[in-house]
């Protein structure tokens, strides 16, 4: 019996040192392939061309300049480090040619990030154009995007 008592503390912290990663390896976001690298905005617009840029990986999407900050700022939607939590719902739709991301919270809700005009839900739309170009629909115009 003592030496079930020794083992104590040592399961404690063992239990008590375990991370919150499991959330982020469990996010469920995987870009096919021919999506994979850094792709920057390519429109007529000013407003738009050069300051749209994403960025996807294995198991991840970055978007920079969609959405802004109170001040101006760009908006860096990290996907996987904002989204892991289990109450967020993440759907995609991938095609040999087109890769669809939904993104909303599990319980319906609509809200904004503070301080910026991001809100959920969202959706993106990317179609493969060429293996340079992606076809990016957006709210007020269509986006070229181009490989860098």
């Known amino acids: 019996m003592k030496r079930y008592y020794l083992l104590l503390p040592y399961l404690l912290v063992f239990v008590s040192c375990s991370t919150d990663n499991d959330a982020i390896e469990n996010l469920n976001i995987k870009p096919p392939n021919f999506i994979n690298g850094t792709w920057i905005s390519s429109s007529s617009d000013p ?16 978007e920079i300049g969609v959405f802004e900050r109170d ?3 760009p908006f860096k939607v990290d996907y996987k ?6 109450k967020y719902l993440v759907e995609e739709e991938i095609t040999d040619d087109s890769y669809t991301l939904n993104l909303s919270y599990k319980s319906g809700e ?4 503070e301080d910026t005009n991001f809100r959920i839900p969202i959706s993106r739309k990317f179609i493969l154009v060429s293996e340079n170009l992606l076809a990016a629909p957006f709210p007020n115009s269509n986006v070229g995007l181009i490989k860098q």
């Open 110 to 113: 609509i809200a904004f990030f």
């Open 81 to 86: 480090f904002l989204f892991s939590s289990d």
């Open 71 to 73: 001040n101006g700022a």
């Open 47 to 62: 407003e738009i061309d050069g300051k749209i840029t994403y960025t996807f990986s294995t198991n991840n999407v970055i």
